[in-house]
């Protein structure tokens, strides 16, 4: 029993640093996209059409549809669908990758905290308090940090959009708590009805650079925007939670900002100030804290495994 207590732990924790490397790796290759050849209508389409092709086969084994109603697939898709994703590629093409690892993943906890508390009438402690007001101190940061650098004139625009999607998938979140959704319900929402209705606009009216783009930077967008984040992340997200807990798999997601922003040094050449660094490791620090993960009494520091 205790091998295979063991065994469990060691898969989840493989799978929550895949997540990890998965998120962090998603924040730097979208801001690639957008700012090189592709437009983001482009890498959106890419994103939606590549994940539809390939989980068309199992969606269509397992009719994961079943137990969706019209009003379900509606919320689902245009919260974790096309106006998600057009939001945070609009983002990443005014503002650095770091900026988009702390305001998407720093301010996930405090619109999901706050949409719990209206749509569920949840209790916020007041250790959640305290650790949201770090993580915004920490966000505050990093956002002064763009503004004051150069060519950060545009770059609260960025911040604002990152805001914006992060909004969308936090009544994402709140409605899986609600409605108990599977992995199969998220695909086939967020990418099958969203290709279905995004990839003809898309190719018929959308500003599009695909016929100009070179082959390799088409591939790697098609590639790891149709396959990491929907398919792979959400499975092993799925997996980490599953085997170690959603308390211990947060703790690993915590650390997506500061992953984000190294793994951007050598791929996109942006490097954080100091303000934005204490932002990230203020904004990890206020995500323990709010998720319950650390606390002010002993028995809230336990991790669920």
Known sequence: MGNNNRGSIILGSVAAICVVFFWAGWIVISRLGVTNHLTVYDVTGLRHGVGAAVALPYIIWSRAWRGLTPLRTLVLTLTSGVPYALLSYFGFLYAPAA??????????????????????????????????VIILTGVTLVGYEGFVSSGGRMTWIGDFLFLAAIALFAVFMVANRVWTVVPGQVIFSATIVSAVIYIPIWLLWLDSNLAVAPSSEILL?????????????????????????????????????????VTAIPILNELPGLPAWIGMITVTFGILLALGIIGFHQETAAVDA
């Open 99 to 132: 900026h988009g690892g702390v305001f998407m993943n720093g301010c996930l906890p405090i619109f999901t905290t706050v949409f719990a508390w209206i749509w569920l009438g949840q209790r916020i402690r007041f250790s959640q308090i305290v650790g949201l």
């Open 221 to 261: 967008q098609g590639v790891y925007q149709g396959l990491v984040p929907s398919v792979l992340g959400i499975s092993s997200l799925n997996i980490a939670v599953r085997h170690i807990g959603p308390r211990a798999t947060s703790v690993f997601l915590s650390s997506v900002p500061v992953v984000a922003a």
